[in-house]
């Protein structure tokens, strides 16, 4: 069925680098996409968000890609820091009649200091 | 920035009791909540939407007898887990958007630091 996927399960970066976390959505009525981290015994926490009709946003030291053609996106982290480390989730939203958050499977990100 | 609670943040109770985890928005209405159910080191997986004045609507695979759902108000919703198993032990999450309608830079919801169930 439609849903929202992930690459790589589980990532392993050293501190200072840049870090770099796929996802793959199979429904192209999706308009609107978010990335969250969540801590372990904690909610999520909202990152960064972009609209279909981006292809590219920016905040501080994370830049979500979205590329509607092959219906993927990502989400990097400059200079990953070790309190980066956590799970990340893609989510996205699709234009139905109670727009439902669905999220992704998620990648676990290890920063090694 | 909105904040949401929900209590308690953890539980254990024996098999076959119910359970309730309480959701609130504290500094804005919110006219749709939604639960969320995590397993370890799994994703979050929608369980229903909760509007405020109706029934729930849930997911396709959720029991809505097994999962309580009441949204009385614009700024609380339940979750009772009724007659509990151990297969019911999660971490439950609760999230909610403002009446206003989507909730701009904030990645449409806010969430609460979640519930962790535990059935003996």
């Not at chain 1, 219906?71 to 439902?100: M, N, W």
């Not at chain 2, 949204?71 to 339940?78: N, P, R, Y």
């Not at chain 2, 999450?93 to 519930?115: D, V, Y």
Request: charged fraction near 20%; charge should be positive.
């Amino acid at each position: 069925g439609e849903s929202v996927g992930l690459h790589l399960p589980t990532l392993s970066v050293q501190e200072g680098d840049n870090s770099i976390i796929n996802c793959a959505y199979s429904n192209s009525a999706s308009d609107y996409f978010i990335w969250y981290k969540q801590e372990s015994g904690k909610g999520p926490q909202f990152i960064i968000d972009i609209r279909s009709n981006m292809d590219k946003r920016q905040g501080q030291r994370v830049t979500v890609l979205l590329n509607k053609t092959v219906k993927h996106l990502s989400l990097q982290i400059a200079a990953t820091q070790p309190g980066d480390s956590a799970v990340y989730f893609c989510a996205e939203t699709r234009k139905t009649s109670y727009d439902k958050v669905i999220f992704g499977p998620g990648t676990s990100l290890s920063v090694i200091p | 920035g909105a904040v949401v609670s929900q209590h308690p943040s953890w539980v254990i109770c024996k098999s076959g009791t119910s359970v309730k985890i309480e959701c609130r928005s504290l500094d804005f209405q919110a006219t749709t909540m939604f639960w969320y159910r995590q397993f370890p080191k799994k994703s979050l997986m929608l369980m229903a939407t909760s509007n405020e004045g109706s029934k729930a609507t849930y997911e396709q695979g959720v029991e809505k007898d097994k999962f309580l759902i009441n949204h009385a108000s614009l700024t609380l919703s339940t979750l009772t887990v009724t007659s509990a198993h151990p297969e019911d032990s999660s971490f439950y999450i609760c999230s909610a958007r403002t009446a206003s309608g989507r909730a701009t830079n904030t990645g449409e919801l806010f969430f609460g630091e979640g519930s962790r169930l535990t059935v003996l």
